[in-house]
């Protein structure tokens, strides 16, 4: 069975960091295919974050280009979210996704971003 915890997420004034973690489980050839998406309150789609292309190199939205950092341990197992220079526009619950070459998508449950002023 395919499982994705995140952790990591919490609380912080504007300009801090934080690093998210998802850790995968149950599935060896969907690991490659690992997301990160964000939810604001509010609105009713999750966004885009992060993810790595077919080469293997991180590709990152707009609005965290240059802040934020997609990693991956070397199980490839366990990903990560390093979130720098944080703005209160980044609050959000932030999700993990994971995608499997025959198109089946899992998502963790989420954690918490929340950036105060």
């Not at 690992?34 to 604001?40: D, F, K």
């Not at 932030?94 to 954690?111: F, S």
């Amino acid at each position: 069975q395919v499982q994705l915890v995140e952790s990591g997420g919490g609380s912080v004034q504007a300009g801090g960091s934080l690093r998210l973690s998802c850790a995968a489980s149950g599935s060896t050839y969907c690991r490659y295919g690992m997301s990160w998406y964000r939810q604001a309150p509010g609105k009713e789609e999750r966004e885009f974050v992060s993810m790595f292309d077919n080469y293997g190199r991180p590709s990152y939205a707009d609005a965290v280009k240059g802040r934020f950092t997609f990693s991956r341990d070397s199980t490839e197992n366990t990903v990560y979210l390093q979130m720098n220079s944080l703005k209160p526009e980044d609050t959000a619950m932030y999700y993990c996704k994971m995608r499997c070459p025959w198109g089946t998508t899992y998502w963790g449950q989420g954690t918490q971003v929340t950036v105060s002023s």
